[in-house]
C-alpha cells in the first residue's frame, strides 16, 4: 500500500492547517483603532509594545525614539554595504511582528540603548535598576546606533 499526498492531506484534521492563535501575549495582530483595510506599520507595532513594556519614568521618549527609527533606517540602508549585512538582524528584530519573548526583549533592549545614547540614563543605572538584563545586549545596540549614526 503505497501513501499518496492527497490520501494524507484527507487524513489531516480541518483545522490543522488554520491560522493558530498566537502564544505568549496572545495578541492579534489586526488594529482595533484603524479603519476597515487599514494595517498597522512596524513602526505602530512597536510603539505598543513598548507602551505596553516600558516602565513609567522612561516612557516619554517613546515617539523621540521612533523618530530616531527613521534617521537610523535611512543611514543603515544608503550606508556601506558591510555594515547593511552586519546589523541586518538586528534591524529585523525592530521590524519583526512577532510576540515571542525574545523578539520583544531585543526591542525592549534597543529602547533602553536609546536612552543611553542620547545619555538620558546610564547603562549602570539600567542593569542595577533591572530594566535590563545584562550589558552585553545593551551594548551591542549602542555599538550599532554609534555605528550608523556617527
Known amino acids: 500500500m503505497s501513501l499518496h499526498?492527497?490520501?494524507?492531506v484527507m487524513s489531516?484534521?480541518?483545522d490543522f492547517f488554520a491560522e493558530k492563535e498566537p502564544k505568549g501575549l496572545n495578541r492579534k495582530w489586526g488594529n482595533e483603532n484603524c479603519m476597515q483595510g487599514e494595517t498597522k506599520t512596524w513602526k505602530d507595532e512597536l510603539r505598543d509594545v513598548l507602551l505596553g513594556h516600558v516602565k513609567d519614568p522612561y516612557k516619554n521618549k517613546i515617539n523621540e525614539y521612533i523618530e530616531f527609527l527613521d534617521a537610523l533606517m535611512d543611514r543603515w540602508w544608503n550606508g556601506d554595504v558591510k555594515?547593511?549585512?552586519y546589523y541586518a538582524y538586528?534591524?529585523?528584530l525592530l521590524m519583526a511582528k512577532s510576540d515571542k519573548f525574545n523578539v520583544i526583549r531585543a526591542k525592549l533592549n534597543s529602547y533602553y540603548a536609546y536612552l543611553v545614547y542620547k545619555g538620558y540614563v546610564t547603562a549602570y543605572r539600567l542593569m542595577r535598576d533591572k530594566y535590563v538584563a545584562g550589558?552585553?545586549?545593551l551594548y551591542t545596540w549602542l555599538r550599532m546606533y554609534r555605528k550608523i549614526m556617527g
Open 12 to 14: 489531516v484534521p480541518a
Open 5 to 8: 499526498t492527497a490520501d494524507y
Open 83 to 85: 555594515t547593511r549585512e
Open 135 to 137: 550589558g552585553e545586549s
Open 90 to 92: 538586528h534591524m529585523a
